[in-house]
Each structure stands twice: as C-alpha cells, then as structure tokens.
C-alpha cells in the first residue's frame, strides 16, 4: 500500500472497512424513515403526499374492510422485508463486528 494514492487508499481499504457499518445506517435509516407516522401526519397536506403509515390510518372510515386492510398491510411489509433480505449478511456481520468477547 505504500505509494497509493488517497483515492486508492479509501478505494482498498477504508471502503471495505466501513461497508458493513453503512449498511447498517442504511437499512436502520430505511426502517426508521418507512414506518414514520408522526411527521408525515404532521408535514402532509395532500392525500397523494401521504405517507403509507398515515394512509392505513385514513382506511378505517366508517367501517373496517378486513380485505383491503390485510392487502395494505401486506404490501406495506413487503418493502422492508426485501430490504432485509438483501442486506442480511452485512448486517449479521455488521452488528457481530461490535460485539465484545468476554
């Protein structure tokens, strides 16, 4: 490594290095952004701007249609499932990476 340019140096070694950490950023910030209720309630003036944590609030009406709640919910789920699955391996070593022996 002696020579490198910093481009390099980041490229081979930081990169590699910090990869599992910003995955886990990355997914923790994806579920914590998806399942907001509080601002996209508060920031949201359109129905079409909605947020889908809020929309599943504005489903209930007058009655409750099981039906299209449970598609909804299933869709809803469906995101962040897939999300999981593709990071899952740098997550488990992310997180296994902090732990401590002893």
Do not use: H
Not at 85 to 101: E, N, P, S, Y
């Amino acid at each position: 490594m002696d020579g490198c340019s910093v481009f390099r140096t980041w490229k081979d070694v930081m990169a590699p290095l910090a990869k599992n950490g910003m995955i886990i950023v990355l997914v923790f910030s994806f579920y914590n952004i998806w399942g907001e209720y509080t601002m996209g309630k508060t920031l949201a003036t359109q129905d079409s701007a909605m947020p889908i944590a809020v929309a599943l609030t504005l489903l209930k009406g007058d009655s409750w249609n099981f039906g299209v709640l449970g598609a909804v919910i299933t869709m809803t789920i469906i995101p962040p499932v897939i999300i999981f699955i593709i990071f899952q391996r740098q997550l488990v070593d992310g997180i296994a990476m902090g732990a401590v022996k002893g």
